[in-house]
């Protein structure tokens, strides 16, 4: 199955793609804080609509021993408590990997309007790669997807992770 090509909204700022690629470095930044227990290196920042980083997350599933411990859910999970509410829908989901079933299924349930990613996960990935999740018409709310954002770090990062793990 071909990978969907994004779907931003009409007329983004044309300042998008450089806040994008920004907000994706703290997100690796957070990727990379996994490696310190041993998780795979998945980082996420949730950010507010003027830029400020509301949550962030690395997966903690080993360090944790929490199945849930995904980076999304806890980016998620902090910025809802900063801001007091469970509805983040003024809010962007930066994550260095395309979001699984679980974490997609968060988003929309946070009605986040916008997920930037960096890598597809083509085993497991729900933004349009194995499921599509976040544009699923039957559900209440739909994401607007913005992937390949640094692509190439977040799938590196990744890659040797999992290099040194075989």
Not at 19 to 43: F, K, Q, S, Y
Request: proline share 9%; charged share 25%; with cysteine.
């Amino acid at each position: 199955m071909p990978i969907p090509e994004p779907r931003p909204a009409p007329g983004p700022p044309s300042d998008l793609p450089g806040r994008h690629r920004a907000w994706m470095g703290l997100a690796l930044a957070e990727a990379t804080a996994a490696l310190v227990h041993d998780d795979v290196p998945i980082g996420a920042v949730v950010v507010g609509p003027d830029g400020t980083v509301l949550g962030a997350g690395h997966n903690r599933r080993e360090a944790d021993a929490d199945p849930t411990a995904h980076a999304e859910v806890l980016a998620i999970r902090a910025a809802a408590v900063r801001l007091g509410r469970w509805r983040l829908d003024d809010c962007t989901l930066v994550i260095t990997l395309e979001p699984c079933a679980m974490c997609a299924g968060a988003t929309v349930l946070a009605r986040i309007p916008r997920v930037v990613f960096g890598a597809w996960d083509t085993k497991a990935g729900a933004a349009g790669s194995v499921f599509e999740v976040l544009r699923e018409p039957r559900l209440n709310h739909w994401v607007e997807v913005y992937p390949r954002v640094r692509e190439d770090e977040c799938a590196a990062l990744l890659r040797d992770f999992f290099a040194g793990h075989r």
